[in-house]
């Protein structure tokens, strides 16, 4: 079993920055892509971001492409979501997975985190 916890969540004014964190459990946490998702109250959870497991190969959802960035440290087994440029509707409670194999940018995903609150104001 994976346990994954997200950190770096907060409150944020619109056009600010916040970088999340997301620490596996799994030593062999190399063999996993990982993604970002998020859910606004009322909404479906929705794709933000995904890292294979190498960090050579990255996806990002159309409305955060040019101002969010995924990267990952295999070393301290942490997938890390740089948000840049933070706009009112980026507000959600953003939550990290792995899966075992290729990376996708469905729910598929085998393991999630518990999520943390980003709210930016306007």
């Known amino acids: 079993q994976v346990q994954l916890v997200e950190s770096g969540g907060g409150l944020v004014q619109a056009g600010g920055s916040l970088r999340l964190s997301c620490t596996a459990s799994?030593?062999?946490?190399?063999?996993?892509?990982m993604g970002w998702f998020r859910q606004a109250p009322g909404k479906e959870r929705e794709f933000v971001a995904a890292?294979?497991?190498?960090?050579?190969?990255?996806y990002y959802a159309d409305s955060v492409k040019g101002r969010f960035t995924i990267s990952r440290d295999n070393a301290k087994n942490t997938v890390y979501l740089q948000m840049n440029s933070l706009k009112p509707e980026d507000t959600a409670v953003y939550y990290c997975?792995?899966?075992?194999?290729?990376?996708?940018?469905?729910?598929?995903?085998?393991?999630w985190g518990q999520g943390t609150q980003v709210t930016v104001s306007s």
């Open positions: 997975a792995a899966r075992l194999g290729l990376l996708t940018i469905t729910a598929a995903y085998d393991y």
């Open positions: 890292i294979n497991q190498n960090g050579a190969n990255t």
């Open positions: 799994e030593r062999t946490f190399s063999s996993y892509a």
